[in-house]
């Protein structure tokens, strides 16, 4: 089982790209609910770890991953609202996003008891490791796992407005990096942070993996190698859950590879990162072709070589 923990979300996405007036359709989304929901779709076992509102809006998160078959046993419930995220689409397809989130359920997560003894990777990432009290909540869960040896995956999806202190939290972020095996993030992100990539391998990650939009996704890795996919030409409707799509489908083709684990990563040979890579990217682009987070199934992605479904 891959264990995703981080907020749900409602994203609030004009009807029409590009038009700031347009009429604002809800969906249901947060960087973890999408990984959660991608990885059950392509068919991993996987679970969600949050705490989500009994309002409307949460029971139809809750309800929905209860439809894609993703466990919710770690989820918890409470009377506070859920968060909001509007969306701006560009006429390219490009999301933004400012967020309504205070007071919401998501921040008020509490550090889990023992997690299900087949848990086989953690992945963690955006505004849930920023907006406390449950930031700190989010960080002590990953620093036990990774204690127990558990493979943690991280995804920053950096929100700049949600921060305050931006040199705060890259030091933070850097704090992370020891409890963390894959670490994944956009160019944009990379920048933001700094873009020093060969320290943050050497501070633990076994391989870092930057998505570069259309032009694809490059794999860094402690040897120093670098590993590079191109982007799939595909006709976008836009951007949203393409990066958990991502996360979801490296997890996914690693778990299925058995291949979950630092040592393992860290001795990845270039052709099967090449493999893994462009199944990454394959689904994304899936993703990008959909209004909204509307990751693939397992039968609509080629498989890592590029022949059959994407479950093994």
């Known amino acids: 089982m891959i264990v995703v923990a981080g907020e749900a ?17 809800p969906a249901r989304g947060g960087g973890p609910y999408n990984t959660a929901v991608a990885l059950a779709r392509l068919g ?3 679970a969600f770890c949050s705490r989500v509102s009994d309002d409307a809006f949460g029971a139809s998160l809750y309800e929905r991953l209860r439809e894609e078959n993703v466990d919710v046993g770690l989820v918890q419930r409470g009377p506070e609202p859920t968060t909001l995220a509007l969306a701006a689409v560009a006429a390219d397809g490009s999301a933004a996003y400012s967020f309504y989130c205070e007071g919401t359920a998501d921040r008020l997560f509490e550090v889990p008891g023992e997690l ?11 505004c849930s490791l920023v907006l406390e009290p449950g930031a700190s909540a989010y960080e002590e869960l990953m620093r036990r796992e990774a204690t127990r040896g558990r493979f943690v995956a991280l995804d920053p999806n950096i929100r700049a407005g949600l921060i305050p202190d931006a040199d705060a939290y890259r ?14 993030l956009s160019e944009e992100d990379a920048d933001w942070l700094g873009n020093d990539i ?19 996704l490059t794999a860094h890795t402690k040897s120093g190698e670098s590993h590079r996919v191109p982007g799939e030409r595909v006709r976008v409707a836009d951007t949203i859950g393409a990066g958990d799509t991502v996360n979801a489908a490296l997890l996914h083709t690693l778990e299925q590879r058995d291949l979950l684990s630092a040592g393992a990563l860290a001795a990845l040979p270039g052709d099967v990162w090449r493999e893994v890579l462009g199944f990454a990217a394959r689904a ?13 199934y397992a039968h609509e992605v080629p498989d890592a070589a ?3 479904p994407g479950a093994h």
């Open 198 to 216: 060969d320290a943050w391998l050497a501070a633990g990650p076994a391989a870092v993996v930057v998505t570069r939009g259309g032009d694809g």
């Open 171 to 184: 030091e933070r972020f850097r704090g992370w990096l020891p409890s963390v095996s894959l670490l994944k």
């Open 9 to 25: 979300l409602i994203d609030l996405v004009p009807e029409t790209a590009g038009a700031a007036t347009a009429p604002l359709l």
């Open 116 to 126: 299900p003894a087949d848990t086989r990777a953690l992945s963690f990432g955006t």
């Open 44 to 46: 991993s076992r996987a």
């Open 284 to 296: 994304a682009a899936i993703t990008c072709s959909r209004p909204g987070a509307e990751p693939p």
């Open 306 to 308: 590029g022949a059959g």
